[in-house]
């Protein structure tokens, strides 16, 4: 089985920033991909940033610029640095992990922007 730490969620006023961390533990070793995922309040989840093993990323257009994903691969861990908050960017944050053709979800930290 796999564990996740999910951190740093919380509430922040629009502008400000947070810095998300999930750290995997378990039966794996160096994921293939890692990534965050969000679900706003009435909406399907989506993907915000993905990284694979070799540091290449992809982040959803609307987080571009403001967001970065990064990852240490001792540690099994990854990041979400996120700036310019926005109230839209309210959400559940996810980790996924992707190991050997499975998916592992975190269960997710709270973001809140609102002033």
């Known amino acids: 089985q796999v564990q996740f730490v999910e951190s740093g969620g919380g509430l922040v006023q629009p502008g400000g920033s947070l810095r998300l961390s999930c750290v995997a533990s378990?039966?794996?070793?160096?994921?293939?991909?890692m990534g965050w995922y969000r679900q706003a309040p009435g909406k399907q989840r989506e993907l915000v940033a993905v990284?694979?093993?070799?540091?290449?990323?992809n982040y959803v257009d609307v987080v571009k610029g403001r967001f970065t994903i990064s990852r240490d691969n001792a540690e099994n861990t990854v990041y979400l640095q996120m700036n310019n908050l926005k109230p839209e960017d309210t959400a559940v944050y996810y980790c996924?992990?992707?190991?050997?053709?499975?998916?592992?979800w975190g269960k997710g930290t709270l973001v809140t922007v609102s002033s």
């Open positions: 990284i694979n093993s070799g540091g290449s990323t």
């Open positions: 378990g039966r794996l070793f160096r994921p293939n991909v």
């Open positions: 996924k992990v992707s190991f050997l053709g499975t998916n592992y």
